[in-house]
């Protein structure tokens, strides 16, 4: 991305293995985030950033420390690179891992990427996927891992009620992860009648069109004038977060997940919530062996948030047709 609404596919060297915990992965696909539209729309600065940051393929070589993964393997990994060792990392944090760094500064919307710390942020699928697998393989390197993450955070569960903020990729694989953890009741918040539709097909059992305080009135008049058991912000602007406080009823769980920018929140407003918080990046790592079996095994489908294939050349028109909502999520293909 050389500025705000300018991206342009180039060549660039080949990456080759620096140090002894490194992969070369060759990109099956690729995708464009959400958080991607941060700088395009010029919130984030950009300045010939590479771009790019959720990634399946096949492993071309690994540095002499490797282990976990072989030449041939096909892996996913996660958007946040991490040792999968360190103390952080053994709590289920590996976002915040002691030697993190965010896959965006590598640049993933690419033929290959070099991946530090192989060992600890790479997964291998039990075989080589069929073709119809991999977008949802690749859905799991990051929004369906951050939206598990948010269901998670949120304590999403059986006998809960969960309300989703946010229609998304990530609110929508929240969803799929409210109704695969068991939860009673899912509120989506959408205003899209595409997105309501695969909210449903996700799980979604009620639709809340209405935002701000008339959507927080909304949830609390679905839910015997509590609110939410738990909730989902998975947008990250000033409305949208305090739409999901506002929805989490008294002693509830939030869990937030939208990147966000200039959000202010109240203290006076949080500390009278009474409501339990946890989110920021996702540790999808914690998530990846469990959700590539689901996937494997054929019992979810995240794969259909892909509503828009494009050839990675073509990667402005996919970054133009999210920031238009004219796509839920784009993905690249190689």
């Not at 999968?84 to 990392?89: L, P, S, V």
């Not at 695969?180 to 909210?199: K, V």
């Not at 997940?257 to 990046?281: C, M, Q, R, S, W």
């Amino acid at each position: 991305m050389y500025s705000a609404g300018d991206v342009r596919v180039e060549e660039r060297e080949d990456p080759r293995i620096v140090e002894p915990t490194d992969a070369i992965v060759r990109l099956t696909a690729t995708c464009v985030c959400g958080s991607d539209l941060w700088p395009y729309r010029g919130i984030e600065p950009a300045d010939h950033q590479v771009m790019g940051h959720e990634y399946v393929g096949v492993v071309e070589e690994i540095g002499a420390d490797v282990k976990n993964v072989k030449v041939g393997d096909f892996v996913v990994g996660s958007f946040v690179i991490s040792d999968n060792t360190c103390e952080i990392c053994r709590s289920g944090f590996q976002s915040k891992c002691v030697h993190a760094s965010f896959v965006s500064q590598i640049g993933t919307q690419a033929e290959k990427a070099r991946i530090p710390l192989a060992d600890g942020t790479l997964v291998a699928t039990p075989g080589q996927p069929e073709p119809e697998l991999i977008p949802s393989l690749l859905a799991a390197s990051d929004v369906l891992g951050t939206g598990w993450f948010a269901a998670v955070a949120a304590q999403a569960g059986p006998g809960k009620s969960v309300a989703v903020v946010g229609d998304g990729a990530v609110g929508l694989m929240a969803i799929l992860a409210a109704k695969q953890l068991g939860a009673e009741r899912i509120i989506a918040m959408s205003r899209h009648p595409e997105r309501q539709a695969l909210a449903r097909f996700y799980g979604a059992t009620d639709i809340v069109e209405e935002r701000g305080d008339a959507g927080v009135a909304k949830i609390k008049e679905l839910t015997d004038g509590m609110g939410a058991h738990s909730v989902v912000e998975a947008v990250g602007t000033q409305e949208s977060f305090m739409q999901a406080v506002g929805s989490t009823r008294g002693g509830g769980h939030l869990g937030y997940v939208g990147v966000n920018y200039d959000v202010k929140v109240p203290g006076i407003e949080l500390f009278f919530a009474g409501i339990h918080t946890l989110g920021g990046p996702a540790p999808v790592r914690r998530f990846l062996p469990d959700l590539i079996q689901l996937i494997w095994d054929r019992k979810i489908d995240p794969g259909k948030v892909f509503d828009l294939t494009l050839p990675l050349e073509e990667a402005a028109e996919g970054y133009k047709a999210m920031d238009e909502r004219r796509a839920t999520k784009v993905l690249l293909t190689l």
